[in-house]
């Protein structure tokens, strides 16, 4: 019996994917490094190249690590200007390979997880940008109805749902004090904007989670779709912005870095291209960013949680217990606090 790391059954996968999928023979899988959140291989069966996604082993907060969603998403965006991979099963029994999973087109392109995009000349890097706005205002034009998500979640109040639900989320989870958090939750519950459009978020919209065309400065895929409903464009938004608050120690992030002379638009600019990209006015607000820091500082407490109980799922916990507090820390700045 071949085993990948502690629960995946390679025989069982095979004879799984052979009543479910064109092809037969041994699947074969490769874990792909890094994430800190749902475990993703390439997979090779009948002869064709995919990914498999799953859940992480061992007990889960509610409603996180959500794939079911994210398969559910990707195929209702198979026919839009949102470019997604096929996504052609889901497996809800987890017997097969002990949680979930889904599988999915493998796309040939680049994946630039890098915001200062080093191998890049400084007109490619402005090109790279301006795609990745692009595809953020098509998602957020997408007809969520027509596409058959318009139960996908609530619509309204998305701010005051979310503050409530990551600050219950910290309580559940944490294992420690971190006390900006809940300072942030409580200066974001008092500047909770009056706009209240919906529309399909993404929840995690950033360059790391795009694949790109080998060559051409164009988004050929949009992934991790764990954390998406339907929710306020602009909590994706102030997501995509934070690595302009972010230092280049922090996941690469911009802050301080020489922008003009890496050909990389500073955050106004790179707003405002989002508003006119959507015929919109300019409507840039702080609180976006520092909502988007309130809930990366809830989501790495998690991760530090399930480290403590043992389920962790890449790297080390301890290289990152730290960064809760600098996220909380930079949304507390951006509040002014």
Not at 159 to 172: G, L, N, P
Request: charged share 20%; proline share 7%.
């Amino acid at each position: 019996m071949r085993k990948i790391g502690p629960e995946l059954d390679v025989n069982t996968l095979s004879d799984y994917l052979a009543t479910v999928m064109p092809g037969t023979g041994q699947a074969t899988l490769e874990k792909i490094p890094g994430g800190l959140s749902n475990p993703t291989y390439f997979l090779g069966f009948g002869g064709e190249r995919y990914v498999l996604r799953k859940q992480p082993p061992g007990p889960l907060l509610p409603s996180a690590h959500a794939i079911d969603r994210e398969f559910r998403v990707i195929n209702a965006l198979a026919d839009t200007s949102v470019p997604v991979p096929a996504a052609p099963h889901y497996c809800e029994d987890a017997s097969v390979i002990g949680t979930p999973f889904y599988v999915m087109e493998r796309l040939e392109g680049r994946v630039l997880h890098d915001n200062g995009l080093p191998d890049l000349a400084p007109h490619e890097r402005g090109a790279v940008f301006d795609a990745m706005n692009e595809t953020l205002a098509a998602l957020h034009g997408v007809d969520v109805d027509a596409v058959g998500l318009g139960g996908f979640g609530r619509k309204g109040g998305f701010f005051a749902r979310q503050v409530a639900r990551w600050s219950k989320q910290y309580e559940t989870a944490k294992t420690r004090e971190v006390d900006e958090i809940p300072r942030l939750a409580d200066w974001l519950r008092a500047h909770l904007p009056e706009d209240d459009e919906t529309t399909l978020v993404h929840g995690d919209y950033r360059l790391g989670n795009l694949i790109f065309h080998p060559s051409r400065p164009q988004v050929i895929g949009v992934l991790d779709w764990e954390l998406s409903t339907l929710g306020h464009p602009l909590a994706d938004l102030g997501y995509n912005l934070m690595p302009w608050t972010m230092r280049e120690s922090e996941y690469h992030g911009l802050a301080g870095r020489d922008l003009p002379a890496l050909g990389i638009p500073d955050m106004r600019a790179y707003a405002a291209l989002y508003f006119c990209n959507r015929g919109l006015g300019d409507a840039y607000d702080p609180f976006y960013t520092a909502f988007a820091f309130f809930r990366l500082a809830v989501i790495f407490e998690g991760i530090v949680s399930r480290a403590a109980q043992g389920n962790q799922v890449s790297g080390s916990a301890d290289d990152i217990q730290h960064l809760s507090r600098v996220w909380a820390r930079h949304g507390l700045s951006l509040a002014g606090e």
